[in-house]
């Protein structure tokens, strides 16, 4: 075979399969002209037994082969190298035979006869096109760092800082490759920078925003009636999805199984509440009121946030979510909680006794036990190292989970989907220190008592709970909010606990991650 040099080599191992390879030499030679080493095979069988012997980096594959046709060999070796691309060469151009190889999840597809530039055409779109992405993505970033570090700089709007969170979404997502690496550390420079930003301006204005019906974005308490309530008026029925904890970026990631069955009709960032937790946010959702307004109408329902509470912080959603629906007019809708694989499975297989509710609420778990372990089991801590673990395992979970099947079969029974969240998180790194009676909260990221005790530098908002539609715990209580990426501890044993939760995942104050959630109105395609 013609020499190359040690850098054209760098090109590929190209294996190429077809009973009459004899008559490709001349393409061959302009391959390894090229720098591909190419091997090749006259049969399917000599072909996965080369496999065997050594990788390769792709597959030219013809289709009608005698014996064993290239049909018949793709998912073989599939299964012996599932990363290596396979591109089909075929003679017929019938809608079932490319049908089965795209079925077969072939990269490319040329028909004969073919000639050398296309070959090679085929090969730097299956090979290159990842590398020339990469390389792209960089080029790009470096030019536009002085556009996006200005937008920082200058944004004074909810509508300007959320495009900002979407535009710095996209570049972690663009700059994920190995050739990103070395923009990584500028990227992370600017997402701090703009979270020190996003958070003055946050807390300048929530406590106006909160308690006004003309505030420039929605809050968690407005989702059903907003969303949810004018839909049901109007004769459709409607599953509320809430994945608890899910965060902007997470649900990018996982969107694309959804339009399986599904189309985006509408797509937006609202804002969680203050404070950016469970017992505040969601129990404000499925009740469509703020937490003070939950706490005078249901006083033996609402829990106090101390540190010693009793549980049962969210036992009630499903009353909150049934009464809302009341005052509304509409007929009781059904509402689940799955805490674990088993109730997800559970929930698919007897969703047959629920269908008929033209309402469903259901809250999924999985995400935030994510992040709740990396505190607590070594192993999550391995695979969430950073963002890009966390991400990695929310969109494992969810290509794997039952109720990506189910969501999918829910367009065929005429149900629209709106899909969000209660509240995101962020991983903390700096430990700020916080005095305060016994009877303050446990959540890391806020504290709510009486005679808090913090240096206001670090501390972006300080006010008394019900000024922002929070009910108080005791009179003369005050809460506070973490920004950033800081996180509240005690002074007794104050190193102990900045180690241990340093790198964990918390929520509960401050930041885009938290505060900026997605909602996404779906309806089914046909």
């Not at 190419?38 to 005698?66: K, N, R, W, Y």
């Not at 597809?109 to 050398?116: A, N, R, S």
């Not at 989970?401 to 969000?420: F, K, M």
Request: charge should be negative; proline fraction near 5%; charged fraction near 25%.
């Amino acid at each position: 075979m013609t020499k190359v040099s040690k850098a054209n080599m760098e090109q590929g191992k190209i294996l190429w399969v077809d009973d009459e390879i004899a008559s490709f030499k001349p393409h061959v030679m302009v391959l390894e002209g090229k720098g591909y080493h190419v091997t090749t095979a006259s049969s399917g069988a000599e072909a996965i037994e080369l496999m065997d012997g050594q990788p390769f980096d792709c597959i030219l594959l013809d289709e009608h082969m005698p014996g064993q046709t290239g049909l018949d060999c793709l998912p073989i070796m599939h299964r012996k190298a599932p990363n290596v691309p396979i591109i089909m060469i075929t003679k017929s151009e019938e809608d079932g035979v490319m049908e089965d190889a795209i079925g077969e999840a072939i990269a490319d597809y040329l028909l004969k006869p073919v000639q050398p530039r296309q070959v090679l055409a085929s090969l730097t779109r299956v090979l290159g096109r990842k590398r020339l992405i990469e390389g792209r993505s960089v080029e790009t970033y470096r030019a536009s760092f002085a556009a996006l570090t200005e937008k920082i700089s200058t944004a004074d709007s909810w509508d300007d800082w959320q495009a900002i969170y979407q535009e710095w979404i996209d570049w972690e997502r663009r700059l994920e490759g190995s050739d990103a690496e070395s923009m990584r550390p500028m990227l992370t420079y600017q997402k701090e920078e703009a979270n020190r930003l996003f958070i003055r301006f946050y807390a300048k204005n929530y406590p106006q925003w909160i308690t006004s019906q003309d505030a420039p974005c929605d809050f968690s308490h407005q989702i059903l009636d907003r969303y949810v309530s004018p839909l049901l008026h109007e004769g459709r029925k409607v599953v509320l999805l809430v994945i608890d904890n899910l965060r902007l970026d997470h649900w990018h990631d996982i969107q694309p199984f959804f339009t399986d069955s599904f189309r985006v009709k509408e797509q937006m960032v609202v804002s969680s509440m203050l404070p950016t937790a469970t017992q505040y946010a969601r129990n404000a959702m499925f009740a469509g009121m703020l937490p003070a307004d939950i706490a005078k109408r249901y006083p033996d329902k609402w829990v106090k946030d101390v540190l010693d509470t009793k549980p049962g912080r969210n036992a009630h959603e499903a009353l909150f979510f049934q009464d809302w629906a009341s005052r509304k007019g509409l007929s009781k809708p059904a509402y689940g909680k799955l805490s674990n694989a088993q109730a997800e499975k559970q929930w698919v297989d007897q969703w047959h006794q629920v269908k008929g509710k033209s309402l469903v609420g259901l809250v999924v778990n999985f995400v935030d036990r994510i992040s709740h372990a990396k505190t607590d089991q070594s192993i999550v801590k391995d695979l969430a190292t950073d963002d890009r673990g966390f991400k990695a395992l929310t969109y494992g979970w969810w290509k794997n989970s039952p109720l990506r099947h189910w969501v999918n079969a829910l367009a065929d029974e005429g149900y629209e989907l709106i899909v969000t969240t209660d509240h995101g998180t962020l991983s903390v790194d700096k430990a700020i220190q916080v005095k305060g009676p016994k009877e303050i909260s446990a959540n890391m990221r806020y504290k709510v008592g009486r005679g808090l005790q913090f240096k206001d530098k670090e501390v972006p908002l300080a006010v008394k709970p019900e000024s922002i539609g929070l009910p108080s715990v005791a009179l003369g209580d005050q809460i506070i909010f973490a920004g950033g990426t800081d996180f509240f501890v005690y002074p007794n044993q104050f190193h102990r606990y900045a180690g241990q939760f340093a790198g964990s995942y918390q929520h509960g104050g401050i930041s885009m991650e938290e505060l900026m959630i997605p909602l996404a109105h779906l309806v089914p395609k046909g």
